[in-house]
């Protein structure tokens, strides 16, 4: 089979202002020191975590937060979750999503036999599905029960309603029930930080409500799972909330940084582009469009640019800047090193990501499961 970083390999060893552009950068050291940060606050609020691993989905990255602490890792789907078992990473992996279907059904069963795995579930038709492969495959699950925090996204609408489907996996053979989880997603970007922190509080209360209700019935809740990256500082401080899956933060974006307000993370990733067209004098065109970064929730970050730099609009191949004052004098062929948007949204533009140490490239690690989406 060939060798889809073919093309890369001859950028190990080179330093990063040397290498053709557009690419994906991602800062080792920058990465470590971001880690070691976050086990910090950890420790700090006496919470744990299993970050979330959806925005890099490789088991190199991975295996380096388990290394420092972490107590399992965060996956959005059964095959992310798939693939860290084949690199080895087996412990405690959540998929924090509903795994529907008899393939998948089938395909989670072989995975709890090599992994320890928990899914999440919001129906008791999740339960039905799951007793069943449980019962044809001889397998035993593990799940936690997703509430509706505000989100509007999947969960059980109530406490009174996680408590039913609680008691459903109680009976139900061949499942386990693990905990609550909730994500307040929806505020992670409020403007105004006190009512950021009441409103992901009050959301926040439900899960611990819900876990006082299923206990004050008899049944146990040790895992209380949410958070992310945007609401970390904020979450990690609510006494209901047992385990984290932030995880964004090792790369750090623009969308954390400028609409979340998270402080204290380095931006590991970036992407070096090239300034290819100056059609006029405050006007230059670079090769990062949006087949490169992903800008929805953000606009990126010019780190190594004169701060009258301004991202303007991104076309597929193609982003347009306005410049200012010193800006006029950049050249085509000039380099700009930039930090995306939203990170999620552009690793998975690529086959793999330039590991970066003291300026030059160290490794090559492919982006594992990048479009393997089921
Ligand atoms: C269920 C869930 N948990 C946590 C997160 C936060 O992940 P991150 O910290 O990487 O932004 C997300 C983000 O979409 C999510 O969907």
């Known amino acids: 089979m060939s060798d889809p970083l073919a093309p890369y390999r001859h950028d190990v060893g080179r330093p990063v202002h040397e290498l053709d552009t557009p690419v994906l950068c991602l800062d080792l050291e920058l990465v470590e020191q971001n880690i070691a940060r976050a086990i910090e606050l950890f420790r700090r609020h006496g919470k744990h975590w299993r ?13 380096r937060v388990l290394a420092a602490g972490a107590v399992g890792l965060t996956c959005a789907k059964l095959a992310e979750a798939e693939a860290m078992a084949r690199a080895g990473l087996t412990g405690g992996l959540l998929v924090a999503n509903q795994v529907v279907g008899p393939e998948k059904m089938e395909r989670l069963a072989r995975l709890t036999r090599c992994a320890e795995v928990i899914v999440t579930i919001d129906h008791p038709d999740h339960l039905a599905m799951l007793q069943q492969a449980a019962r044809q495959h001889g397998a035993v699950f593990s799940v ?5 925090i505000g989100m509007a996204r999947a969960g059980v609408p109530s406490p009174q309603a996680a408590l039913e489907l609680a008691q459903q996996v109680e009976q139900a053979p061949g499942v386990q029930l693990a905990g609550i989880m909730g994500y307040e997603g929806h505020l992670l970007d409020l403007p105004d930080l006190d009512e950021k922190r009441r409103r992901i509080y009050q959301a ?51 969308y954390y940084a400028c609409k979340c307000h998270l402080e204290g993370f380095a931006h590991a990733l970036t992407v070096r582009t090239t300034i290819t067209s100056r059609p006029a004098a405050d006007r230059a065109v670079i090769d990062a469009g949006l087949k490169t970064m992903h800008v929805a929730y953000a606009d990126p970050l010019f780190l190594d640019a004169p701060p009258v730099v301004r991202f303007d609009t991104p076309s597929a191949e193609h982003a347009t800047l306005r410049l200012e004052g010193e800006a006029q004098h950049l050249p085509i062929g000039h380099r700009l090193t930039v930090v995306p948007g939203y990170s999620d949204l552009t690793t998975v533009l690529h086959n793999q990501f330039h590991v970066v140490r003291n300026g030059v490239v160290e490794q090559l690690w492919p982006l594992e499961s990048r479009g393997h989406l089921r």
Not at 51 to 63: D, I, M, N, V, W
Not at 224 to 245: D, F, M, Y
């Open 204 to 254: 926040l209360d439900l899960l611990g409500e819900t876990c006082e209700l299923l206990q004050s019935k008899g049944i146990p809740c040790p895992i209380v799972s949410a958070g992310g990256s945007g609401s970390l500082p904020i979450t990690l401080t609510h006494p209901a909330v047992t385990e984290l899956q932030a995880g964004g933060l090792v790369m750090m974006d623009a």
């Open 144 to 148: 936690l029960i997703e509430l509706d």
């Open 51 to 63: 970050p979330h691993t959806k925005g890099y989905k490789t088991p190199q990255l991975a295996r």
